[in-house]
């Protein structure tokens, strides 16, 4: 099955270094990460359309791929903004992102001069890391330390292994903000987890970062930027003000398990636990700004 979303095609790359099997079944893809099973979007079937009448097959589909997973994910591989009928997926909640484009960035209107922005080098800085996101997630279903110390050993070897930068806005030594930009083919990058300190937002501290991060991929042979994002989330003005427009939208169902619900958080790419990131942000959450 050929993808032509570039949000699932950019969210397979990573899953892809990151380990993850995909299995083309012909009208449809299974996403299966077998180090982790309670991950949502490392566990999915992609779809290549939604049938009228079909909804009721593809979750069947799913139970019999994942018997033993307490949620169901699907993706639907439709760029466009062709409407779709949520009532094909009874019990399922439908999501649907912006997919950003960029091949040129600038600065924010108002760019933060106060911290210094580089790349995080080291176990001192990748321990920092560590405590941000913590700080970030802390009080949401799922943030528990071993799965946030298993999403940093990844995102670690991802970078170590030469698949992209992980990069960080620090002020007085301590890291506040930080985002991933991984290149997921020739000329193609795509940004992950922007993520800023509760105490540290609306400084300007992540357009910034935004801004450095890619003109520094654009100087070194990356053509094209991508970003994901809610498209009602505040991330959205932001990511427009250094020069990304949204391209795409992309479709996806859940359906979670009871005792996992979030609460509601303002930030990127999404409001699902920690636990369940898109592989975009660490949760289709791409900024918490």
Not at 4 to 23: C, K, P
Not at 131 to 149: I, K, N, Q, R, S
Not at 203 to 219: E, S
Request: proline residues 6%; negative net charge.
């Amino acid at each position: 099955m050929e993808v032509r979303s570039l949000g699932y095609r950019t969210d397979l790359a990573i899953l892809a270094l990151e380990g993850s099997q995909v299995t083309d079944r012909g009208d449809h893809l299974v996403i299966r990460t077998l180090s982790n099973p309670d991950y949502w979007w490392g566990n999915f079937l992609l779809l290549r359309d939604l049938q009228p009448g079909s909804g009721g097959g593809w979750m069947a589909r799913f139970a019999a791929e994942f018997p033993d997973a307490r949620h169901t994910a699907l993706g639907l591989d439709e760029p466009g903004v062709r409407a779709v009928d949520p009532g094909e997926l009874a019990g399922m909640t439908m999501e649907r992102n912006a997919v950003m484009m960029a091949t040129s960035v600038h600065a924010p209107p108002h760019p933060n001069t106060e911290a210094v922005f580089r790349t995080l080098e080291g176990d001192a800085d990748w321990q920092q890391s560590l405590e941000l996101t913590a700080a970030v997630y802390a009080g949401e279903p799922g943030g528990d330390a071993g799965f946030l110390t298993a999403q940093l050993a990844a995102k670690r070897a991802l970078t170590e292994a030469g698949h992209g930068t992980w990069s960080g806005a620090f002020l007085d030594g301590t890291l506040v903000s930080q985002l991933g930009l991984i290149t997921v083919e020739s000329g193609l990058a795509r940004y992950q987890s922007v993520e800023t300190h509760p105490a540290a937002r609306r400084r300007g501290l992540a357009g910034t970062l935004v801004w450095h991060a890619g003109a520094t991929a654009l100087t070194g042979g990356t053509r094209t930027l991508v970003m994901v994002a809610e498209p009602d989330d505040a991330a959205i003005r932001v990511y427009r003000s250094v020069g990304f427009t949204v391209t795409e939208h992309q479709l996806s169902f859940i359906h979670q398990p009871a005792q996992s619900l979030p609460a509601k958080v303002t930030r990127t790419t999404t409001t699902r636990p920690p636990r369940h990131p898109r592989p975009h942000q660490m949760t289709r959450r791409c900024a918490l700004i």
